[in-house]
């Protein structure tokens, strides 16, 4: 059960574990394997807060503060401790989280990303039961749209807030 002050928080997320991944904050000890695996013009060019190239600085700066409050990285690993996807959680206001995520390359295409981001909306509804989860995605980015699908959001036809992105919702079946 989580204490009342983190309840409205991303501090303290417990991790998750699926069949083939464990998710867990990342630690700066995580910093190089960020790196590695954000450093790729699909991922850059995809998630518009990313800077080309991914520097190990830049990853540092993603994993943040010990403190986290508003926004959280989580990274979704194998059971051997390959870092495959990165679910980025962020609180938008008091009535929605977002979720957002990238693969790496050599993960692609194997179910990893419906995996983790299926694992963090289980962990979302426990700890913040009254709000919405969104994701913002590309209509044209496929792989991502039917990833979305696939996990239980729809497309509200509602731009986000970043350029050429939509809004979609979840909404458990």
């Known amino acids: 059960m989580f204490n009342l002050a983190s309840r409205y928080t991303l501090a303290k997320l ?3 574990e699926t069949a083939r991944l464990r998710l867990n904050r990342l630690e700066p000890a995580d910093a190089e394997a960020v790196r590695a695996l954000t450093d790729d013009p699909a991922i850059t060019g995809a998630v518009d807060f990313l800077p080309d190239p991914f520097t190990l600085a830049n990853a540092r700066q993603l994993i943040g503060p010990a403190k986290v409050t508003k926004d959280c990285f ?3 690993k194998r059971p051997d401790g390959t870092l495959v996807a990165i679910l980025g959680l962020h609180l938008r206001g008091d009535q929605a989280v977002e979720v957002g995520y990238w693969v790496g390359g050599a993960a692609r295409g194997q179910g990893y990303g419906s995996e983790a981001v299926s694992a963090a909306l289980g962990l979302l509804r426990q700890r913040f039961p009254h709000r919405f989860i969104v994701a913002e995605c590309r209509p044209e980015n496929a792989a991502s749209v039917g ?3 696939k996990v239980g959001f729809r497309d509200t036809g509602d731009e986000g807030h970043r350029p ?3 809004i979609f919702t979840y909404e458990p079946g």
């Open 14 to 16: 417990p991790p998750v």
């Open 74 to 76: 989580l990274g979704a």
């Open 147 to 149: 990833l979305l699908k």
């Open 164 to 166: 050429g992105r939509r």
